[in-house]
């Protein structure tokens, strides 16, 4: 028994640990309990199945937003040719040059 705790647990008092005047056999030695982690433990993994939990739900809600916002966007695509007339068939006309001639020389001054 070296160490001074497991003189303690032992049941022997150090004489320079009694009060002068204390009678030995009138002492009794309190061990505190070893300290439990469940508690904290516990916490954290709770802490972070929140987290985990509050993440997923913000992202299933931004998914959800962005898909309503698809198929808007999608039925006013072919929702836009019938309201503006012409149940479309209105196209527009995109001038483009002529692939097969080439260019005019320029004029000499």
């Given at each position: 028994?070296?160490?001074?705790?497991?003189?303690?647990?032992?049941?022997?008092?150090?004489?320079?640990?009694?009060?002068?005047?204390?009678?030995?056999?009138?002492?009794?030695?309190?061990?505190?309990?070893?300290?439990?982690?469940?508690?904290?433990?516990?916490?954290?993994?709770?802490?972070?199945?929140?987290?985990?939990?509050?993440?997923?739900?913000?992202?299933?809600?931004?998914?959800?937003?962005?898909?309503?916002?698809?198929?808007t966007a999608l039925?006013?695509?072919?929702?836009?040719?019938?309201?503006?007339?012409?149940?479309?068939?209105?196209?527009?006309?995109?001038?483009?040059?002529k692939s097969g001639?080439?260019?005019?020389?320029?004029?000499?001054?």
């Amino acid at each position: 028994m070296i160490r001074p705790d497991a003189q303690l647990r032992a049941g022997h008092i150090p004489a320079d640990l009694l009060p002068p005047g204390t009678d030995p056999r009138n002492v009794v030695i309190v061990h505190t309990e070893p300290r439990s982690y469940t508690g904290p433990v516990l916490l954290i993994l709770a802490a972070t199945v929140g987290i985990g939990a509050t993440v997923y739900l913000v992202t299933a809600a931004v998914l959800s937003l962005m898909q309503v916002a698809a198929t808007t966007a999608l039925a006013l695509k072919a929702a836009i040719p019938a309201l503006i007339g012409g149940g479309g068939l209105v196209s527009f006309a995109v001038k483009a040059p002529k692939s097969g001639g080439s260019r005019p020389p320029l004029k000499k001054r």
